[in-house]
């Protein structure tokens, strides 16, 4: 059973356009959304995360929206440039500094930006 | 610099070998996890570990051990490997307070 749905699987969007990548979840014991980019062959790294009690958080280009009544959030990257293109992984957590806290993922978005 | 560090980097053995990954975190995080990527790109949890505590994700085969000699190590034994195997594993770690979870460069393991 996934836990952190993610859609889209693949997404191409032209230099300068909107990219918008949403997930949804199943556990509301979820505390802790975070977005991580992934290039190839090398690790995620944090891009930027959010709490539900705000719906939106905003990092630059990079912003979160949070709808806890729906259990969906997404990223939007504005002003999109080749150099964010990557494959961006949703993830959902309990949070918290214990060994419970792990990360469940989405399955993922690569995302091609055109130039 | 890399704060997070795994070897090796590629990794190709026969099946039913055993072998041993090896992950260190030199910025004194408390937690340390391990994480498989498949070829699919679908990233899932194995272990996390804290103080001495284990957390086992129940789908990991027992094959699979992870074991940590201090707070700054992370290892991860497989034993009796299988074709399925065949993944990108990596380790991540977590500072105490925090939730943001560091992940290391993987460890391409590849089952002939």
């Known amino acids: 059973q996934q836990q952190v749905k993610q859609s889209p699987q693949s997404l191409i969007v032209q230099k300068g356009g909107i990219s918008i990548i949403n997930c949804a979840y199943e556990?509301?014991?979820?505390?802790?959304f975070p977005w991580y980019q992934q290039f190839p062959g090398k690790g995620p790294a944090l891009l930027i995360a959010?709490?539900?009690?705000?719906s939106e958080k905003k990092e630059g280009r990079f912003t979160i929206s949070f709808n806890k009544s729906a259990k969906q959030f997404s990223l939007h990257i504005m002003d999109s440039q080749p150099g964010d293109s990557a494959t961006y992984f949703c993830a959902a957590s309990m949070g918290g500094n214990n060994a419970g806290n792990m990360l469940t993922f989405g399955g993922g978005t690569r995302l091609m930006v055109k130039p | 610099d890399t704060a997070v560090s795994q070897t090796p980097k590629y990794l190709v053995t026969q099946m039913g070998n055993d072998k041993s990954i090896k992950c260190e975190q030199n910025?004194?995080?408390?937690?340390m996890y391990w994480y498989k990527q498949d070829s699919k790109k679908f990233l899932k949890i194995m272990f996390s570990y804290n103080n001495k505590e284990l957390i086992i994700n129940e789908t990991v085969p027992n094959r699979f051990s992870p074991k940590s000699p201090d707070k700054a190590h992370l290892n991860l034994h497989i034993n009796s490997l299988e074709l399925g195997d065949s993944a990108v594993y990596f380790c991540a770690s977590t500072p105490s307070g925090t939730d943001t979870q560091y992940f290391g460069p993987g460890t391409r393991l590849t089952v002939l």
């Open positions: 556990n509301t014991a979820f505390d802790y």
């Open positions: 959010i709490r539900p009690d705000v």
């Open positions: 910025l004194g995080h408390d937690t």
